[in-house]
């Protein structure tokens, strides 16, 4: 069965460095263009970057400089790598797939001050 299964998630301080990971199964992983996304409590989801088929990568304005969108297609994953973290960038963290609209589960960052 199609699966995207994020990883990494976790509690870091203000100014610290985190690095999510997305397993893809049961899909053509290096057809699909991908993108994280993120949701805070009492807010709607928000879109946070993207990388095409191709690598060409987007960023959210807010989030441009700090985060590196990444895949290898090689073991079928996707990376975001989070640098000078900010209290707010905590949010639940989703990958998505967009070939197929397939969402993962969800890995919870918190940013403490």
């Known amino acids: 069965q199609v699966q995207l299964v994020e990883s990494g998630g976790g509690l870091v301080q203000a100014g610290g460095s985190l690095r999510l990971s997305c397993v893809a199964s049961?899909?053509?992983?290096?057809?699909?263009?991908m993108g994280w996304y993120r949701q805070a409590p009492g807010k709607q989801r928000e879109w946070v970057a993207r990388i095409s088929s191709s690598g060409i990568t987007n960023y959210v304005d807010s989030v441009r400089a700090r985060f590196t969108i990444s895949r290898d297609n090689a073991k079928n994953t996707l990376y975001l790598q989070m640098n000078s973290l900010k209290p707010e960038d905590t949010a639940v963290y989703y990958c998505?797939?967009?070939?197929?609209?397939?969402w993962g589960q969800g890995t919870q960052v918190t940013v403490s001050s």
């Open positions: 998505h797939s967009y070939l197929g609209s397939l």
């Open positions: 049961g899909m053509t992983f290096s057809a699909s263009g």
